[in-house]
């Protein structure tokens, strides 16, 4: 499958379009850092990681667009102190997306959070890894348990992969839950490498999600494949696999992330859930008011 086939294929299955819940739009400068990281750190580990979709912000909207996606976040994330609550700001006035928001542990943070909230913030991202922060770190209890009050989705990168932080896999973020067993966790990459792992908290907590970000593709599946064993898992979860992508950031087409989810053989009912249904509900249901998804 190419990006032109995108369109007629989804229309094909009876959606409207994409519902994709790990897209990333950054500030400018914050973006050619990430892509500078993954042109120069993977290689190093064996990797290679050509960013596919180096156009400028309006050129990467109209991209997503002529994909067919209808509704995304503008997932940021902080790597240091400092940085979160501009980040924020900068959410606030981007146009296009989803409204979405980041946290650090700081001081400070449970009130940039709070304003984020209030000022419509809805998608939040934590990145565990690039972040090297604790989650049960005392100075965001407070935050998870806003975030889950609101209902607001949080994906987190918290799996190993593709290099572990002393802080992922499904013990720290496991200890969150168990706090708040409310929170609507999006874990990213399904949980890679730990897979089975996270489809265990998923099942634990109603409200744990799983993002198929750059799982089952022909790129992951040669450092870390889904085991086949838990497909019947994958699909006993039902409403709770969600599409992601991680475009722009991505060393392959965005067909790709599609094609390999077709390739599970899962059904057509699967598919449409986990491209359209399952993020749509999960973006727009927001209490006192939701979000217009096709």
């Known amino acids: ?71 995304h976040p503008a997932l940021v994330y902080p790597h240091k102190p400092g940085m979160a609550q501009w980040l924020n700001g900068w959410c606030r ?31 939040f991202k934590s990145h565990l890894q690039v972040g090297d922060y604790d989650p049960t770190d005392p100075l965001l209890d407070e935050v998870w348990g806003m975030l889950a009050e609101a209902g607001a989705p949080v994906v987190c990168h918290c799996g ?25 966790l999006v874990v990213a990459h399904c949980g890679s490498p730990e897979y089975g792992d996270f489809l265990d908290l998923a099942a634990r907590y109603p409200n744990v999600h799983l993002d198929t970000t750059m799982a089952f593709t022909d790129f992951l599946d040669r450092y870390a494949p889904f085991p086949a064993d838990l497909l019947p898992r994958l699909l006993d979860l039902g409403d709770r696999v969600v599409l992601g992508s991680d475009f722009p950031n991505i060393p392959y087409p965005y067909a ?32 006192g008011g939701r979000h217009e998804i096709v």
Do not use: C
Not at 34 to 52: C, E, I, L
Not at 94 to 116: L, M, Q
Not at 257 to 286: E, F, K, P, S, T
């Open 1 to 71: 499958m190419e990006d032109a086939d995108l369109p007629a294929f989804v229309s094909g299955l009876g959606l409207p379009g994409l519902v994709d819940i790990h897209v990333h739009f950054m500030p400018e400068r914050v973006l050619r850092k990430v892509w500078a990281y993954f042109d120069t750190v993977p290689p190093a580990h064996g990797m290679s990681w050509p960013v596919q979709y180096r156009q400028d912000e309006q050129e990467r909207l109209a991209i997503l667009r002529k994909l067919g996606v209808v509704a």
């Open 93 to 123: 006035e981007f146009r296009g997306a989803v409204p979405s928001g980041t946290f650090y542990p700081e001081p400070g943070v449970r009130e940039y959070v709070r304003a984020a909230l209030d000022d419509g913030a809805w998608v």
């Open 160 to 184: 190993g992969g593709p290099f572990p932080g002393r802080f992922t896999g499904p013990g720290p973020i496991g200890a969150v839950l168990a706090r708040h067993p409310r929170l609507r």
């Open 256 to 287: 790709h992330q599609i094609d390999a989810l077709v390739r599970l053989g899962l059904g057509d009912a699967w598919l449409r859930g986990v491209l359209h249904d399952n993020g749509a509900r999960l973006i727009g249901d927001r209490p």
